[in-house]
């Protein structure tokens, strides 16, 4: 089985398919080839949306492959609509491998729903932290699994969070992909078991499509680095046993949600949990190892700056229409919880950089990625502030209210946060020189990266 055969097969995907896209094509197959592939309904989202999940296959062993953990991840969605279409047509692979293939292409559909302004373009940052969208943990499809730690206990799951709990309890996989992405950086990984002896594969995957390794802060504090770029799978536990060791803080009070797919699956098999994080958007300097001209300690302090004055901006602005906002809004949940946490993650991170490697200089990668990379994302939730005034406006003129007052404030609410978001995304295309990654691209990434972990658990085992 050549793998660089396979995936030169992925085709140039100019967007991303919609959740009523990715359903057609899921039924579409099935129809083609009854004999490979069959379909049955894993779940239901909360507003009723069918989760299909496909199986493709009659090996001894089970992977199961999901996408859309987050609803503003789409990469995955592509790569499986590549995967699961050559694994069906192509004998050969579908036999080299003795699994059979479990493929669910959206987890959280009526959250997709809420990001399909930006899958068929423009991609640049404006277009996309406009019509953005992310919940809050607590109604994350990937954090809302059981658990009980210490003083935390989350047995909640939502629907979305059932229907993969559904497949894992059915199937106990040996392989699991959870298909996620970023949005500015570089390649990164996230593995459950120490395969030292792919690293390198893992990390060439990327590199020979000319897409380069993320190499600044890690994207959490608590992250355990494997290898250069390739961390240990993160658990909420790792989280909760951060917060207690940095902060006066109790982290069950901190921690709004549950555990991971991962955590979950563990409880039924000796699961290989697999992610590849890549991004849309990308600056060189997230490779750079050059010196910049500040300690990583004051990079980071910076950092902490920059985020506790824009979501202190953030909180002032909802302030004003909190009175408004109802509860099935869905777009102040993630912006509410990141300014609750503000203050504690603050004092975590600061707290952390005292240690002593963090007074030596940092990279470029470092300082770019705390000092311009961390606006980015910032202004992810500044576009939720203004979709979240217009979600109230928009219920007023459906029930054909008269509240002048209400509308009125909506609406200024909605003109700021946007002006805020114009400001953000000029500072970020002044100081940034980045480019849009082909879609083509990551999907190859992530379909070799997924094929290396899949066949090298097979034969561990």
Not at 65 to 70: E, S, T
Not at 98 to 111: Q, S
Not at 142 to 168: C, G, H, Q
């Amino acid at each position: 089985m050549n793998i660089d055969k396979i995936i030169e097969k992925v085709p140039n995907y100019t967007s991303f398919l919609t959740v009523d896209e990715l359903d057609a094509s899921t039924l579409q197959l099935a129809k083609e080839y009854p004999e490979v592939v069959s379909v049955f309904e894993a779940g239901k989202s909360r507003k009723g949306h069918s989760i299909l999940c496909s199986k493709v296959g009659t090996g001894s062993k089970n992977a199961l492959f999901f996408a859309f953990p987050h609803p503003n991840e789409p990469i995955g969605a592509m790569t499986i609509e590549f995967l699961e279409r050559e694994l069906v047509e192509n004998k050969e692979l579908r036999e080299s491998f003795d699994y059979t293939w479990y493929f669910i292409k959206c987890v959280d559909p009526d959250g997709t729903k809420l990001n399909e302004n930006w899958f068929k373009g423009p991609f640049n940052i404006y277009n996309y932290s406009r019509n953005f969208f992310r919940p809050g943990s607590i109604e994350q499809v990937e954090w809302t699994f059981p658990i009980s730690y210490k003083n935390l206990t989350f047995d909640t799951p939502m629907p979305e969070t059932r229907a993969i709990m559904n497949v894992i309890e059915q199937v106990k996989p040996e392989f699991m992909y959870s298909l996620h992405n970023a949005g500015f950086g570089g390649a990164y990984w996230y593995i459950s078991h120490s395969y030292a002896d792919i690293y390198d594969d893992l990390r060439k995957s990327a590199e020979k499509q000319g897409v380069a390794l993320h190499l600044g802060e890690p994207e959490s504090p608590s992250a355990v680095e494997f290898s250069q770029s390739i961390y240990k799978m993160l658990g909420i536990e790792d989280e909760y046993d951060f917060i207690e060791k940095y902060t006066d803080a109790a982290p069950e009070e901190e921690i709004m949600c549950g555990s991971s797919s991962a955590s979950y699956a563990e409880r039924f098999n000796d699961c290989v949990t697999f992610l590849t994080e890549l991004p849309y958007f990308f600056d060189k300097r997230i490779q750079d190892l050059s010196p910049s001209t500040m300690t990583r300690r004051e990079a980071i302090h910076e950092s902490v700056n920059i985020s506790s004055d824009m979501f202190e901006k953030m909180d002032g602005l909802l302030e004003n229409i909190r009175s408004y906002i109802s509860d099935d809004n869905p777009f102040p949940l993630l912006v509410d919880q990141m300014i609750d946490s503000m203050g504690a993650q603050a004092e975590a991170k600061k707290k952390w950089a005292e240690q002593e490697e963090f007074a030596e200089i940092a990279t470029i990668s470092e300082e770019f990625d705390n000092l311009v990379v961390s606006r980015f994302y910032h202004g992810l939730c500044v576009g939720m502030v203004a979709r979240c005034a217009r979600f109230e406006m928009d219920r007023i003129k459906e029930q054909g209210l008269k509240n002048d007052a209400a509308v009125e404030q909506l609406l200024a609410v909605e003109e700021q946060a946007v002006q805020m978001l114009k400001e953000n995304s000029d500072y970020l295309e002044k100081h940034m020189d980045y480019e849009v990654i082909p879609i083509q691209t990551l999907v190859k990434i992530q379909v070799e990266c997924g094929l290396i972990v899949a066949k090298h658990r097979a034969e561990k085992e």
